[in-house]
């Protein structure tokens, strides 16, 4: 069940309802997680075993970390656990992965095997390590009720594809009781739709263009091959933060505030300002859990070079089991790099020529992202050299939203939507809400699409 | 929570108001003609001449060649100017629908009518998502395609039920009306996604099938051919067989495929037609699949008028066998290639020009 189907228009106003009607947090939270174990079930029942497992180990890990074990032992048990956890992810995500891999530079033949990888995996294995490694640093007391834990992994809103929670923000909310005259509804409502029409409407229809060049690129020319590029951009970030705001606000409902995960990442003036607005939930846990604490080890004190790089290699590698995921990575690895080093002793400051760029920069980056592998990264390339305008798409009708998007995507920089609600009376935001809705909805595409980061 | 419902209630009265309204012009399929009326006014505008028209399904949409078929007659002395008015699909309410909006507009001068009923052709009621079911539905028609459906004691697709046909008609009438029904849809409430695009009627369209026809290149080939050819005597004896059971009344179930209360709306059909001034001539294709409704329904039409109805039955292989192989004029065990078509178009002349002959 994903947030644009119609299942979920069934499943979350009961939720809702019951949630709300429920009188005190204690029943309001086993009641979230009786319905995130649904959610998930709703996917694939047959995981809900390995999630247990990743919350069983996360529970008494923390609490070991955190109150019970005796000094010497916490450093051991962290790893223990981060490998327990992270070996779960290994299995399902890269084993075939490195089988593969092994199996074409050296005589070790693992063998491949069927491996169904369970859904939301890379991102609640990372929501488990995160609360583990914070316990140990006693960033946080570790919780002693499992539902608050159970529920910090299993949060429907954010389970299948993030954002990535740290359980700093998360349990302290979940020990707080909540009234739901603490609810932004116009604001929770507003960024639903808003999101709604990223994914289903944005994304989902740039869709059909984009796999027609994707699938056949020797059929299209140069235009094509710069017109899929950019729509693949507008495409992810729509599907990606159109989800993230769906979830957002999901959460606002039920009285969770979930931080924002995407900061208009395409006005980004360079690289490393990309990287501070796009999928922020993961460039943070990255940074605080595999850049700093390798910045410190011994070897790599001092290579901040090395150590971006293999953040990055990682990163991709996180993204999916494929070698184009980790160039990918590795590109922007190295595009950090030159930033940094170019930007020594500069003033930072935007530059429409470093927008331009820094755009085209990640454009290109996203051709090993959505490409299979290597050959069809460098068959879409090649079409570079085959001059045609575009044929994928009808211009200017294209050019004309392409260049709607844009505005409206520059003009929201500065709008307060949460501050320009409040101040909206009440009738005034129904009326116009349900005719917006209305507005959306012809425009959806019919045929509901998985969210492209529910692969990951 | 008195003041929250009023407000829900006050944005669900607007959605539904402006979905009525303003999604109309913002839904691309309300602008696109459906094929069957697109059909219809290129015929009339570009060939009105027409005094012959072949109506039926595909595999009428692919056999049928006007130009063969014209050429075929006038060797034998008679001046047709034929159209193919075939629609992939064409159910039997469909088929009512296309021959009132030709007459409508083309009151007199078609004087004869090919008619190929297909009873396994509900596939309107199976696409709400397109130009040609949102066009076709509207209240009326709604109400009497699922009358039509609820007369089947079988339905010929299992995986489609009535509920279903309830469902997509249900979400194509109301969007013909409105748009509301486009919430339904986008939210998966019709189960068939369909077609999402609007149905081609673009001149370039036509300009490849002038006169109605689909010519199709492809050939069976290769083990699909063998099986078919190879299957072929064992197809003949064993329709022949269930014909002679179905014409003496020993197999209720079969002549249930096509009910009297189905064969009533063929009849209806006939009617109308007739009542315009058009001869009608019944045609059965050369075809493999789903001639268990053939057979029904041949048996019910002989058994009914087979002295009032003409009834031209090319399913026949042991007599047409000329028009089952070889395999290389076959699209399919259902469909004519254009090879296929002229010969069946030139087999078809010879009937239509003794039944003209004997109607005079």
Request: glycine share 6%; hydrophobic share 50%; net charge positive.
């Amino acid at each position: 069940m994903i947030f644009t189907d119609a299942k979920f228009f069934l499943f979350f106003p009961l939720t809702f309802a019951v949630y709300w009607w429920l009188g005190d947090n204690r029943s309001r939270k086993q009641w979230l997680l009786l319905c995130s174990i649904l959610f998930y079930a709703a996917w694939d029942w047959r995981f809900l075993g390995v999630v247990l497992a990743v919350i069983l180990n996360t529970y008494f890990v923390t609490r070991l970390v955190g109150e019970w074990a005796p000094e010497r032992w916490r450093g051991r048990i962290l790893a223990a656990g981060i490998a327990i956890s992270l070996g779960a992810l290994g299995f399902f995500k890269y084993y075939n992965f490195f089988a593969d891999s092994l199996a074409r530079v050296t005589p070790v033949s693992l063998g491949m095997r069927e491996i169904v990888l369970p859904i939301g995996i890379s991102f609640y294995t990372f929501h488990s390590i995160s609360y583990m490694v914070d316990a140990y640093q006693r960033k946080i007391a570790p919780a002693r009720e499992f539902v608050d834990v159970a529920l910090y992994i299993l949060f429907f809103p954010q389970l299948v594809a993030g954002p990535i929670v740290r359980a700093t923000d998360l349990l302290p909310q979940m020990r707080e009781s909540r009234s739901i005259a603490s609810v932004h509804f116009k604001y929770q409502l507003t960024l639903f739709l808003i999101g709604y029409f990223k994914k289903a409407v944005i994304s989902d229809n740039l869709s059909p263009a984009i796999d027609r060049f994707f699938a056949h690129p020797a059929s299209f020319g140069a235009g094509d091959a710069a017109t899929a590029i950019v729509f693949y951009s507008v495409q992810i970030y729509c599907d990606f933060s159109g989800y993230t705001d769906m979830a957002i606000a999901i959460a606002g409902m039920l009285g969770y505030q979930l931080k924002p995960n995407f900061a208009h990442p395409y006005l980004a003036p360079n690289l490393n300002e990309f990287w501070r607005r796009w999928h922020m939930s993961l460039t943070s846990w990255f940074r605080d859990y595999v850049y700093f604490p390798l910045s410190l080890t011994g070897v790599m004190r001092g290579r901040w070079p090395l150590v971006l790089l293999l953040t990055f290699l990682v990163t991709g590698l996180w993204h999916g089991a494929s070698w184009t995921f980790v160039f990918w990575g590795g590109l922007h690895g190295l595009g950090l790099i030159v930033h940094r080093l170019w930007q020594r002793g500069r003033e930072s400051r935007y530059s429409i020529a470093g927008n331009v760029l820094t755009f085209a920069f990640v454009c290109f980056a996203w051709v090993f992202f959505r490409a299979p592998d290597f050959a069809a990264a460098a068959a879409v390339l090649g079409r570079f050299a085959a001059p045609g305008l575009p044929t994928i798409v009808a211009w200017p009708p294209a050019a004309l939203m392409l260049t709607a998007m844009i505005a409206v995507h520059a003009a929201a920089y500065r709008l307060d939507l949460s501050s320009a609600l409040a101040r909206t009376d009440d009738f005034v935001f129904a009326a116009g809400y349900g005719a917006a809705a209305a507005l959306v909805l012809p425009f959806v595409n019919v045929a509901v699409k998985p969210f492209i980061y529910f692969q990951f | 929570m008195i003041r929250a419902l009023a407000l829900g209630a006050i944005a669900v009265a607007v959605f539904l108001g402006v979905a009525s309204v303003a999604g109309r012009p913002l839904m691309p399929y309300l602008h696109a003609r459906s094929m069957p009326a697109a059909k219809v006014d290129w015929a009339l505008s570009h060939f009105p001449d027409t005094n012959l028209i072949a109506i039926g399904p595909s595999y009428i949409h692919m056999g049928f060649d006007p130009v063969a078929f014209d050429e075929a007659m006038a060797a034998k002395g008679r001046t047709v100017h034929s159209f193919n008015m075939g629609i992939d699909g064409l159910s039997l309410p469909e088929m009512q629908a296309l021959v009132e909006d030709l007459f409508e507009k083309k009151p007199c001068c078609i004087r004869y009518v090919i008619v190929s009923p297909c009873f396994e052709c509900l596939h309107v009621g199976q696409i709400p998502d397109s130009a040609r079911s949102v066009a076709f539905f509207d209240g009326r028609r709604g109400v009497d395609f699922l009358r039509y459906v609820w007369l089947y004691d079988q339905l010929p697709d299992q995986s489609v039920g009535r509920t279903d046909y309830l469902r997509n008609v249900a979400s194509a009438v109301v969007r013909h009306h409105t748009s509301l029904g486009v919430a339904a849809n986008r939210f998966g409430f019709a189960q068939f996604q369909g077609q999402t695009s609007p149905d081609l009627t673009a001149d370039t369209y036509w300009a490849r099938r002038p006169r109605g026809f689909e010519p199709v290149d492809h050939e069976m080939t290769g083990a699909d051919a063998r099986r078919y050819e190879n299957g072929l005597d064992a197809f003949a004896k064993t329709r022949a067989d269930a014909l002679q059971r179905l014409d003496a009344g020993r197999d209720d179930a079969a002549a249930g495929l096509v009910s009297e209360r189905m064969f009533d709306v063929f009849l209806r059909l006939v009617a109308s037609l007739r009542s315009k001034g058009a001869a009608v001539l019944v045609v059965m294709p050369p075809n493999e699949r789903q001639w268990q409704y053939h057979a029904a329904f041949i048996a019910r039409l002989r058994r009914c008028c087979a002295s009032d109805i003409a009834l031209a039955d090319f399913g026949d292989a042991l007599r047409w066998r000329d028009l089952f192989v070889p395999a290389s004029i076959r699209y399919d065990d259902e469909h004519m290639n254009v090879k296929g078509a002229a010969i069946w178009s030139r087999a078809l002349a010879d009937r239509v020009a003794g039944w003209i002959s004997d109607l005079h």
